[in-house]
């Protein structure tokens, strides 16, 4: 792949950030300012937990950081089968780009989203990440449709890294299928459980308040994972907060309905209410 070939990051524009109009749908205006981080980064959070106390170092990549790991990661194989995805839908890179890294239980994830300009009616990103022991971790289409509310409906992954069970892929909200074009297709509908959840946290948080924070196991990675959500991923594009939580307990349709239950209970009690990362994690059954 020759150096013209790399998408490039304008940098006004990358490094101010993605469209952030799905993290306002989905947050309103009053907490969109606590989930990018424009609030004070050390208040406390989620029953006096806050990010300093986490285990795991996140950190945003911006820059000419951002654009080296972007070029590295565009020379490999599986960038090459994920521009062939992008160019089956018919759709075209742009310039608009987000990075972050994760250090978390003895691993390091960078991840890069890269936006898709196309003519579906969702909205459509290239994932593209690496662990830095193992190589090219992250490797995916993601397509993501939204409510008039803003509430995520569906996510469409084309992920080139997995490969389809058939025989056991299909359940209640969850449909895998192989492609024509090596990758697994992953169809998840959240829309009604992601609502249903909003709904019984709203009432777990105005019900109880001051509850202990348990930090065992996967229930306290999930509570250090809606931390990490609420302060830095409600205003991350694409599949980036769920990429680099993947070296995590919080993985696949869990991490999904994660990150829209905590940034939607955002902007109605903040980041700072306590409660509000144990009843989204309650509601994923991760704890």
């Known amino acids: 792949m020759s150096d013209k070939d790399i998408p490039r990051s304008n940098d006004n524009e990358a490094d101010s950030g993605f469209d952030r109009r799905n993290v306002l749908k989905t947050l309103g205006a009053g907490a969109a300012a606590t989930a990018f981080g424009l609030g004070n980064a050390a208040a406390k959070t989620q029953g006096g937990l806050s990010e300093s106390d986490i285990p795991w170092d996140f950190t945003e990549i911006e820059g000419g950081r951002k654009k080296g790991l972007l070029k590295r990661l565009s020379q490999t194989s599986e960038y090459d089968q994920l521009l062939d995805i992008v160019a089956e839908k018919g759709g075209e890179l742009t310039e608009t780009s987000e990075a972050a890294r994760l250090e978390a239980n003895g691993k390091t994830r960078e991840v890069v989203s890269v936006a898709v300009d196309s003519d579906s009616k969702g909205e459509l990103f290239v994932n593209i990440g690496r662990d830095l022991s193992e190589g090219v971790s992250v490797a995916n289409v993601t397509e993501k449709f939204y409510a008039d509310d803003g509430?995520?409906?569906?996510?469409?992954?084309?992920?080139?890294?997995?490969?389809?069970?058939?025989?056991?892929?299909?359940?209640?909200?969850?449909?895998?299928?192989?492609?024509?074009?090596?990758?697994?297709?992953?169809?998840?509908?959240?829309?009604?459980?992601?609502?249903?959840?909003?709904?019984?946290?709203?009432?777990?948080?105005?019900?109880?308040?001051?509850?202990?924070i348990t930090t065992q196991g996967v229930c306290g990675e999930c509570k250090w994972a809606a931390v990490l959500i609420c302060q830095n991923g409600c205003g991350l594009a694409g599949g980036l907060a769920c990429g680099i939580l993947g070296i995590t307990a919080i993985g696949g349709v869990a991490c999904t309905t994660l990150v829209s239950v905590t940034c939607s209970l955002a902007a109605y009690y903040g980041c700072s209410e306590t409660g509000v990362g144990e009843a989204a994690c309650e509601e994923v059954g991760l704890c």
């Not at 192989?178 to 019900?207: H, L, M, P, Y």
């Open 151 to 212: 509430i995520l409906q569906k996510k469409v992954v084309y992920d080139v890294l997995s490969d389809a069970d058939l025989s056991t892929a299909t359940t209640d909200n969850v449909a895998i299928e192989s492609t024509s074009f090596d990758a697994t297709k992953k169809v998840v509908e959240v829309e009604d459980e992601i609502r249903t959840a909003i709904d019984n946290a709203k009432d777990r948080i105005e019900g109880k308040s001051g509850d202990q």
